[in-house]
Structure formats: structure tokens, C-alpha cells
């Protein structure tokens, strides 16, 4: 397991009272609803200073632990490419 997704396992952990957490499971059935989503935003861009733009902030995007990785690895390499242009 990665960095990032170890550090999202944590920011939803503190969100949800599951005492498993899945990377593969629905954050909605471990009990996250609307408002905890927009707390684990605020917290993935504060923990990995990113942005999250948007036309990102789709449910699709934030369905499980590893669809939210993918999300900030994408957005990421997005920055660290125009860094570095």
C-alpha cells in the first residue's frame, strides 16, 4: 500500500466509526455522508497540498478509498508535470 492511500485510509477513519476500512469499499456504507465528504476534502487538500479543481468533485471520484488516491495522484502528477514545464 502506498503513501497516499495510507493517508487517506486515516483522514476517512476519522470519519466514519468502521473499525475496518476497505480501500475497495463504498465510503457511503461505512457511513460518510455529504457533510463528512466535504470534511475529507478539505483534509486530502490540506494533508497533500493540492487543489481538487471542481469539475473533479464528482461522486464518481470519491466512491472508495482508492478511487480518492487515483483522484490525488492524477491531480498530483497534473501539477508536478506543469511544474515543470
Same mark, same amino acid.
Given at each position: 500500500?502506498?503513501?497516499? &492511500?495510507?493517508?487517506?485510509?486515516?483522514?476517512?477513519?476519522?470519519? &466514519?466509526?468502521?473499525?475496518?476500512?476497505?480501500?475497495?469499499?463504498?465510503?457511503?456504507?461505512?457511513?460518510?455522508?455529504?457533510?463528512?465528504?466535504?470534511?475529507?476534502?478539505?483534509?486530502?487538500?490540506?494533508?497533500?497540498?493540492?487543489?481538487?479543481?471542481?469539475?473533479?468533485?464528482?461522486l464518481?471520484?470519491?466512491? &472508495?478509498?482508492?478511487?480518492?488516491?487515483?483522484?490525488?495522484?492524477?491531480?498530483?502528477?497534473?501539477?508536478?508535470?506543469k511544474?515543470?514545464?
Amino acid at each position: 500500500m502506498d503513501e497516499i &492511500t495510507e493517508k487517506i485510509i486515516i483522514i476517512v477513519g476519522e470519519n &466514519t466509526e468502521e473499525k475496518s476500512i476497505d480501500i475497495d469499499a463504498s465510503l457511503f456504507n461505512m457511513g460518510i455522508d455529504s457533510m463528512n465528504l466535504l470534511h475529507i476534502v478539505n483534509e486530502i487538500e490540506n494533508c497533500f497540498s493540492i487543489r481538487i479543481p471542481d469539475e473533479e468533485l464528482l461522486l464518481s471520484n470519491f466512491e &472508495t478509498i482508492e478511487q480518492i488516491g487515483n483522484l490525488v495522484k492524477r491531480i498530483k502528477d497534473d501539477e508536478n508535470g506543469k511544474s515543470n514545464e
